[in-house]
């Protein structure tokens, strides 16, 4: 699952990361962000313009510009769950947010034990987030963000039945937030539960039909099943609406490699590195589909670049050690 491996948490929040957006949708989104600034309009409008925005633009800068007007609505609404997954939302093009808040003495933001929670979370101090999180269920045991924040922290740590407790404890509060399924149903799969995980997953869909990231997601269960038709299903039905992000891209790539078809693996990892020319991952997976291909030189080109990218990228050196031996023959 390493699409979303670095924060399930923060990532499965309903924002994906984007680029730039086409078409008619722009002119209609600038004047949504504008409404949605104007402090002159009432908080529902302002409301109802920012929602607007958020579902059309695609820029993850301006696209987090709009969560945060939205969160301080939301705080001064008096609903402050929602506030905070739209902070959270906004870690996911800002990945230094969270600890600027932090670190930020200043902020309103309660309840603090969250945000020191969410701020170890992203650091993978996993250990150190359950701790906090826990602190803040006792201020607040109500809110499910932080039983989710917790349980998916605890997934990291591979307790898998403590996580399971807290996805229940917060479907108990929410039972219609998609997201909840969708880290669920990773933590059932990964407990070898494969069929109840793709229950939560089409649960998921069900509650938010045809989103981005709950497609991704199934389909990369369905892929590490072995089903890959499924998989690539998903993963199509998934670039059709978000033409222009990568992570479709990769993930079809993983799958297409996974089933051997390394010219359309080839394909596809180019035009997710297109998208996005910082995964290292992408350039690693390019690089084994290129060995598996016999292009020995564009292979080490590709590996070397994941390496620089990430030295520690697992499987990397035993890939250029691959390909270095054939191209010493």
């Known amino acids: 699952m390493f699409v979303y491996r670095l924060a399930v948490f923060l990532i499965f929040i309903g924002v994906g990361a984007g680029c730039q957006t086409t078409g008619s949708q722009k002119p209609q989104s600038v004047g949504g962000l504008t409404d949605c600034k104007n402090e002159k309009l009432s908080f529902n409008l302002r409301l109802t313009a920012c929602d ?10 301006e696209k987090a510009e709009a969560l945060r007007s939205r969160a301080q609505l939301h705080l001064a ?7 905070w997954l739209d902070m959270l939302s906004v870690s996911k093009s800002d990945p230094n947010f969270i600890k600027r808040l932090y670190e930020d003495e200043s902020n309103q933001w309660e309840p603090k034990h969250f945000l020191k929670a969410a701020y170890l979370f992203q650091k993978k101090e996993y250990r150190g987030a359950v701790k906090e999180f826990t602190k803040a269920i006792r201020r607040d045991p109500d809110n499910f963000i932080i039983f989710m924040g917790r349980g998916t922290s605890f997934m990291n740590l591979g307790k898998y039945t403590e996580a399971i407790s807290d996805y229940d404890t917060a ?28 229950q939560d997953l089409n649960k998921a869909n069900k509650l938010k039909p045809n989103d981005y990231d709950v497609l ?26 978000r033409p222009r992000f990568y992570e ?16 359309l693996a080839v ?13 290292a991952l992408a350039y690693g997976g390019l690089a084994f589909s290129l060995y598996k291909l016999g ?21 990397a050196s035993e890939t250029r050690e691959l390909i270095a031996r054939k191209l010493r023959r």
């Open 267 to 279: 394909k596809n990892y180019k035009k997710s590195i297109e998208l996005n020319a910082q995964n």
């Open 171 to 198: 479907l108990l509060f929410q039972p219609k937030f998609h997201a909840l399924y969708v880290v669920r149903g990773e933590t059932l799969f990964k407990m070898g539960k494969r069929h109840k995980a793709i």
């Open 216 to 241: 991704i997601s199934r389909g990369n269960l369905f892929s590490q099943w072995k089903k890959y038709q499924l998989a690539l299903k998903d993963f199509d039905s998934a670039i059709i609406l």
């Open 295 to 315: 292009k020995f030189i564009e292979a080490r080109e590709n590996i070397e670049i994941a390496l620089s990218k990430n030295p520690n990228l697992e499987g």
């Open 77 to 83: 609404m008096g609903k402050p769950n929602l506030a």
């Open 248 to 263: 479709g891209y990769f993930a079809r790539a993983v799958t297409y490699l996974l089933n051997g078809k390394h010219s």
């Open 52 to 61: 607007a925005y958020i579902k059309v633009e695609e820029n993850p800068l």
